[in-house]
């Protein structure tokens, strides 16, 4: 059976209904799943049969996975795992705890792994325990947005090149979060400001909240035209919000695509969600010897 897609907002994102994840799929089902996120950006899956291993399964048919880092819980994993729940115990983790301070950090704006030299192809996030109220996932179509600017922004953006640093933006939400170790597993990469998407073509800005600055410019200006560019890819109109039910599985395309997470009562109700990332196959531009101290 052929599958079926409903557009969730007028810009962007849209919901695919006739298959599960967790089960076989067809060669030709895959390729229709494959060729909207091309077109949608955003694909809502609902009551998926997922699990752990079946959702790594899933994921490699879009390519190889990202293995999660020592600032995740899921370190060593394909799982970069977002939750309140210790990865042991089960029990809920403190507010004050390392691990949540640093999960603030997906409050904001941001594509997931802009930071690498060879940043993300798209990521799958599966609800297996959802809080009864918050936590929704917000997300912006920077190819929409990209297409609104005016015609001298850009151009202005055109050839530029930002720094991307976990390590910056999380120094804008808390100090002291990231230690030697994380830091120095990620120096930070350089990525074009402007992508376009190899099937259909269509360019979008690529930026978020670790792009620290725009190489060749000074700071002060390379961050304000950062911050200029992400509050315009941001505005409402670009938005999609998803109100998590069980079993739910997103799939977003990192290329054009900003998300962030919204704030739930951590203390009182439970959430865990399992993502998998799957590794782009190129850089965007040539990368530096060194990079510079995106934090300063």
Not at 162 to 181: F, I, K
Not at 205 to 216: C, E, Q, R, T
Request: hydrophobic letters at 35%; glycine letters at 8%.
């Amino acid at each position: 059976m052929p599958i079926t897609i409903k557009k969730l907002h007028p810009l962007f994102c849209a919901e695919i209904g006739g298959v599960d994840s967790g089960g076989p799929i067809a060669d030709a089902t895959f390729a229709e799943i494959r060729a909207a996120l091309d077109e949608y950006s955003v694909l809502v899956l609902r009551n998926q049969s997922l699990d752990d291993e079946k959702q790594i399964a899933f994921s490699k048919r879009f390519g190889p996975l990202e293995i999660a880092g020592k600032s995740n819980p899921g370190m060593g994993t394909p799982f970069a795992r977002q939750s309140n729940l210790d990865i042991g115990t089960g029990a809920v983790i403190p507010p004050e705890d390392r691990r949540m301070e640093y999960q603030k950090g997906n409050y904001l704006w941001h594509t997931d792994s802009s930071f690498k030299a060879v940043p993300s192809l798209c990521s799958m996030l599966s609800a297996r325990v959802v809080p009864p109220s918050g936590g929704n996932t917000e997300f912006a179509t920077m190819r929409a947005a990209y297409g609104d600017l005016p015609a001298e922004t850009k151009q202005k953006l055109e050839g530029l090149v930002a720094e991307h640093s976990l390590v910056y933006s999380r120094s804008t939400v808390s100090t002291g979060v990231l230690t030697g170790e994380m830091q120095a597993e990620l120096p930070g990469a350089w990525q074009v400001m402007v992508r376009e998407n190899p099937v259909n073509h269509r360019k979008n800005i690529y930026a978020g909240v670790h792009a620290s600055h725009v190489i060749g410019w000074s700071r002060e200006a390379g961050r304000a035209f950062i911050r200029e560019i992400n509050e315009f890819a941001t505005q409402p109109k670009y938005c999609y919000s998803h109100a998590w039910r069980d079993g739910d599985l997103v799939i977003w395309d990192n290329r054009c695509v900003l998300h962030r997470a919204t704030a739930y009562d951590t203390v009182n109700h439970k959430r865990l969600m399992q993502r998998t990332t799957v590794a782009g196959d190129a850089p965007t531009t040539k990368q530096p010897a060194r990079y510079e101290l995106a934090a300063e």
